[in-house]
């Protein structure tokens, strides 16, 4: 698990970690266009990268459900979009 690529917005520009190790086997190559898709639509058109993991069964254990990041990033003082 590591970085895949960065994110640039007008405040900063951040890592973009990978949730599982594996292999990158497809990029959303409309994102060059219109990188705007991330924040309107993430779980539709605004995907980035499939991954073919390497040790799902491994690290699938360690991933947070959505409910539990939300309580996570809230708890750690952050904010979060949506």
Do not use: H
Not at 19 to 43: A, C, F, K
């Amino acid at each position: 698990m590591g970085t895949f690529g960065v994110v640039e917005s007008v405040k900063a520009v951040s890592d973009l970690y990978a949730p599982v190790s594996g292999t990158i086997v497809e990029v959303n190559s409309v994102l060059i266009d219109r990188p705007e898709l991330v924040n309107e639509s993430p779980y539709g058109e605004g995907w980035m990268v499939v991954i073919a993991p390497s040790n799902l069964e491994a690290e699938l254990p360690q991933l947070l459900s959505a409910e539990e990041y939300r309580a996570y990033i809230e708890a750690s003082g952050q904010t979060t979009v949506g």
